[in-house]
């Protein structure tokens, strides 16, 4: 699929995605890594909905994305809290818009506080809460909805290294630990290589903007993964290769057309 930006001052048009083409399957963890302005959140805007493709086609479990849906959540990379409710409250918020806050919708929010380690915090606010804590609460709000497809922009991003370590590790966990039955799909987008490698199944390698799509890498390491992992060589190889891929800037050897290529997410 191919998508950009039409500018009303100039009315040109730029392409941001250029005939990128790839499935997800379902219960996967796929991480994106690109230079930066290339194209990744652009990418993820499209897959949420927000923002239409210009040409070919993106689809979840076989059905068309035309708009924003709570089968998809996203969370950004910085943590975009309501700094007038409380934790609870803010992790609630999905839950409560799609009228599903009754004893069920609320045993649910009580368990994610658990699971991101906030217990004690329920009733914060934003402001009092650290970088790391705000983004589990982005990060429990968007799973709250328990959608099918969970869209993460580099969440971590604005964390300082260690805090960033801490909760690269609390994601594989929490990720593993919320299949309940149908597997969790995930799309993270990051800079960082290590970061992806750590986190995904396969690694897609975007190509300076306008994005197009340079290599899937698999990720062949076993799960669960703690911060053990990143000293082995295996890692350490994985990692280089897709650090030279993206340094490389080189063009992809093929070019899927763009009004045939399509994208499937957890189909
Ligand atoms: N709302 C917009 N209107 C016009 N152009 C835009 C808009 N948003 C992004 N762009 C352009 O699209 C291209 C891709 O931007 P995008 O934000 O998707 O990159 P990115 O890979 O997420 O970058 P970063 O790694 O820095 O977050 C850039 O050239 C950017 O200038
Ligand atoms: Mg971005």
Redesign the pocket.
């Known amino acids: 699929m191919t998508l950009?930006?039409r500018?009303a001052r100039t009315d040109s048009f730029?392409l941001?995605c250029d005939g990128l083409s790839f499935d997800v399957a379902e219960g996967e963890f796929v991480a994106i890594v690109?230079?930066?302005?290339?194209?990744?959140?652009?990418?993820l805007?499209a897959v949420a909905g927000l923002l239409p493709v210009t040409s070919g086609r993106l689809e979840l479990n076989g059905e068309q994305i035309l708009g924003p849906s709570p089968d998809r959540s996203l969370v950004f990379?910085q943590a975009s809290l309501f700094p007038w409710r409380t934790v609870e409250a803010n992790i609630a918020f999905g839950l409560k818009a799609q009228q599903r806050l009754d004893k069920k919708g609320k045993d649910r929010v009580a368990g994610l506080v658990e699971l991101v380690g906030l217990s004690g915090k329920e009733g914060k606010y934003p402001r009092e809460l650290s970088g790391g804590m705000g983004q589990r609460v982005n990060l429990a709000r968007a799973l709250a909805t328990d959608p099918d497809l969970l869209l993460l922009?580099?969440p971590f991003s604005a964390l300082d290294a260690q805090t960033r370590e801490v909760m690269q590790e609390e994601l594989t966990r929490i990720w593993q630990a919320d299949r309940t039955g149908k597997g969790k799909t995930a799309v993270f987008?990051t800079?960082d290589v290590p970061e992806a490698v750590f986190l995904a199944d396969r690694v897609v390698v975007?190509s300076d903007?306008?994005?197009r799509l340079l290599e899937v890498v698999e990720v062949d390491l076993a799960r669960p993964r703690d911060a053990a992992v990143k000293r082995s060589a295996e890692f350490q190889a994985i990692s280089d290769y897709i650090l030279r891929l993206v340094m490389s800037r080189s063009q992809p050897g093929r070019r899927a057309s763009d009004h045939d290529s399509h994208t499937t997410v957890a189909g």
């Open positions: 950009g930006y500018s730029s941001a690109g230079p930066s302005g290339c194209g990744k959140t652009s990418f805007s990379q922009d580099e987008v800079h975007f903007g306008p994005a």
